[in-house]
């Protein structure tokens, strides 16, 4: 039987590695002029996603070289949360 708190806690990982894919999908959308911001629905999407992710994607961002226009902070957080969530499930184990 599993914790109803470790749940919830597993849950809310799993719910921010979706944003932030939700995130990158969205820019590369806008990037590529498939989407514009001027939708509100798209902006506020946009906005919602940078607002949750860009805590976390900033200090990754700090400590990676300057890949030349490439961006692999979103890589590295949805790894690093699937540590997390291994670490959680391990220590129940």
């Known amino acids: 039987m599993v914790?109803?708190?470790i749940w919830l806690v597993l849950t809310f990982i799993d719910l921010y590695m979706w944003?932030?894919?939700?995130?990158?999908?969205?820019?590369w959308l806008v990037s590529f002029?498939?989407?514009?911001?001027?939708n509100?629905?798209?902006?506020?999407?946009?906005d919602f996603t940078h607002r949750a992710t860009?805590?976390?994607l900033g200090r990754?961002?700090?400590?990676i070289p300057n890949l030349g226009g490439m961006d692999?902070?979103?890589?590295?957080?949805?790894?690093l949360l699937i540590f997390l969530q291994r670490i959680i499930i391990w220590g129940l184990a």
Do not use: D, H, K, Q
């Open 3 to 5: 914790n109803p708190f």
């Open 19 to 27: 944003i932030v894919i939700i995130g990158v999908a969205l820019s």
């Open 33 to 38: 002029n498939v989407v514009n911001t001027s």
């Open 40 to 46: 509100r629905f798209v902006y506020m999407v946009g």
């Open 54 to 56: 860009e805590p976390a």
């Open 60 to 63: 990754i961002r700090r400590y």
């Open 72 to 79: 692999i902070s979103p890589v590295i957080l949805i790894v």
